[in-house]
T-cell receptor
Framework: SQTIHQWPATLVQPVGSPLSLECTVE??????LYWYRQAAGRGLQLLFY??????ISSEVPQNLSASRPQDRQFILSSKKLLLSDSGFYLC????????????FGDGTRLSIL | DAKTTQPNSMESNEEEPVHLPCNHS???????IHWYRQLPSQGPEYVIH???SNVNNRMASLAIAEDRKSSTLILHRATLRDAAVYYC?????????????FGKGTKLSVKP
């Protein structure tokens, strides 16, 4: 069966520091991968999605970036964090076919001080 | 994306069936109906999805109205672990993109 791993579960970072969140998927090949952010009390916002290695599409302009160095690895990064980057970051995967459900990781709760 | 309307909250007793409604009067012919749920401090969990016919899986059943303007998620026997926010979402995207637009959902409380 397929599993998705996301770490760390919680992270506290100072303003201006770099960020690297990692997500890996097991048990499937060539998945679509997604990064979402959920601000406190609000809905999910799609940040990036990827249909293959090195292929990244950005949905929202910001100081975050994403990379997909391997088929089942998706990384969310920032060179300098802002206070507004605080939130709950979720990675998800889906099969690369139309209208397939997305399966989410447990998320990373990021607090910026 | 077409929008959905759900009640803000519902209550159920443990071991009783729960019917969670969703209205989507502007649904297009190619929109799929997806249901997800989210427990506090966890990522969303896929529950079920369908296009036109009713669907059943190990978690729930999805009843879709004949005109597709509404649907109902059915939990056959609610447990305390089913207490969550349930989201009804319409999707109509190709395999290359999948922006799930989560509304406010229905907060389900289950009483023992």
């Amino acid at each position: 069966s397929q599993t998705i791993h996301q770490w760390p579960a919680t992270l506290v970072q100072p303003v201006g520091s770099p960020l690297s969140l990692e997500c890996t998927v097991e048990g499937t090949s060539n998945p679509n991968l997604y990064w979402y952010r959920q601000a406190a009390g609000r809905g999910l916002q799609l940040l990036f999605y990827s249909v293959g290695i090195g292929q990244i599409s950005s949905e929202v302009p910001q100081n975050l970036s994403a990379s997909r160095p391997q088929d089942r690895q998706f990384i969310l990064s920032s060179k300098k964090l802002l206070l507004s980057d605080s939130g709950f970051y979720l990675c998800a995967w889906s099969a690369g076919r139309d209208n397939q459900p997305q399966h989410f990781g447990d998320g990373t709760r990021l607090s910026i001080l | 994306d077409a929008k959905t309307t759900q009640p803000n909250s519902m209550e159920s007793n443990e071991e009783e069936p729960v019917h969670l409604p969703c209205n989507h009067s502007t649904i297009s012919g190619t929109d799929y109906i997806h249901w997800y749920r989210q427990l506090p401090s966890q990522g969303p969990e896929y529950v079920i999805h369908g296009l036109t016919s009713n669907v059943n899986n190990r978690m729930a059943s999805l009843a879709i109205a004949e005109d597709r303007k509404s649907s109902t998620l059915i939990l056959h026997r609610a447990t305390l672990r089913d207490a969550a926010v349930y989201y009804c979402i319409l999707t109509n995207y190709g395999g290359s993109q999948g922006n799930l637009i989560f509304g406010k959902g229905t907060k389900l409380s289950v009483k023992p």
